[in-house]
């Protein structure tokens, strides 16, 4: 009998050789309308339980999977999360089941980190701006500062902050970051200088955020946090939304304190109502930080390479393992 692998996560089904793996390997491939276009975000509760029923395996996204969903499945051995965040699982209640919680870890780091300085340099330059006006027949050329000379701040020096660390290295930036965990190797080969987020906040005109979201990253980049930048900084955030405040961020860039933001990730999602939706000189996309034909085809085979190890019982890489 095969084993029943439900997907719901966005644009799984572009990667055909992931189902093919998958389907060469025993399984039965679910399709739903949310593994083709459809965002899963606000699947949960009884419609995803109900989609659940008989599944040995589930390929999720960004749905809601609640102790209630949990304890309310029969079988399932594995949630395989194609993306790197876990906030929306409730792990507890997957180790009281028995079902094991893995992560799609540095499948989409460089197309992350690529992402940030594309922000970076939309809003130091105005580029969406810009094409606007010439759309519209405004012949009017903007200033904003050079990437080159300036100091970058990075917040959560990780998988995806070291690679814009290394980035930052080819447009001459001053690095410095902020981090509980350190890496002083990484530090030393990459003319890094670990500060704390105080100093950061101070010394940094360009702030990129890339810390892991838990409950001592919530709200990090408060309305407090946010007064001790440098007037005239830009705020990067391609993490999660919740560790900065976006009511707080968008008066910043109303009062013209910050030069500009940009903003690949929201508090909640898609964001119907966020402040920054109305802010001045931001540029927002959503949440595709991980949008890559690269990234998105190497974290789709790293799911369902995960389902099947963990099926077939084979070891699972550690740094993909969240539940046990």
């Not at 095969?2 to 644009?11: D, F, H, I, K, Y």
């Not at 960004?62 to 949630?79: M, W």
């Not at 389902?307 to 046990?324: G, I, K, Q, S, Y």
Request: charged share 20%; glycine share 10%.
């Amino acid at each position: 009998m095969a084993w029943r692998v439900l997907c719901t996560a966005r644009g799984f089904e572009q990667s055909p050789e992931a189902i093919a793996l998958l389907e060469a390997g025993g399984c039965t491939f679910v399709r739903t309308p949310y593994s083709g276009s459809l965002f899963d975000y606000e699947l949960t509760g009884a419609p995803l339980i109900a989609l659940l029923d008989g599944s040995d395996a589930y390929i999720a996204g960004s749905a809601l999977i609640s102790g209630e969903v949990l304890a309310a499945t029969e079988g399932l051995q594995i949630i395989s999360r194609r993306g790197v965040g876990f906030e929306r699982i409730d792990l507890e209640a997957a180790r009281a089941r028995g079902v094991t919680v893995t992560i799609t870890t540095g499948a989409n780091q460089h197309a992350v980190a690529d992402l940030v300085f594309g922000l970076m340099l939309a809003a130091a330059r105005n580029i969406v701006g810009s094409h606007t006006g010439v759309v519209a027949s405004r012949w009017q050329a903007t200033g904003g500062p050079e990437l080159r000379g300036k100091t970058l701040g990075i917040v959560g020096l990780g998988r995806v902050g070291k690679g814009v660390a290394r980035r930052a290295r080819g447009f001459a930036m001053d690095v410095i970051a902020a981090d509980p965990v350190r890496d002083e190797e990484f530090a030393r080969e990459n003319r890094v200088a670990y500060v704390e987020l105080d100093e950061l906040l101070a010394r940094a005109d360009m702030i990129s955020i890339n810390a892991s979201y838990n409950p001592t990253t919530r709200g990090l980049i408060d309305g407090a946090a946010l007064a001790r930048m440098k007037p005239g900084g830009i705020l990067i955030n391609t993490a999660r939304g919740g560790i900065v405040d976006e009511a707080a961020l968008a008066q910043a860039l109303h009062d013209g304190r910050l030069r500009g933001a940009g903003i690949d990730v929201f508090d909640h999602e898609p964001p119907v109502d966020s402040p920054l939706l109305t802010a001045p000189n931001v540029v927002l996309m959503p949440h595709a930080g991980a949008y890559t034909d690269e990234a998105m085809s190497a974290a789709n085979l790293l799911a369902a390479q995960l389902v099947l190890d963990r099926l077939n019982e084979r070891p699972l890489p550690p740094e993909c393992v969240l539940v046990p």
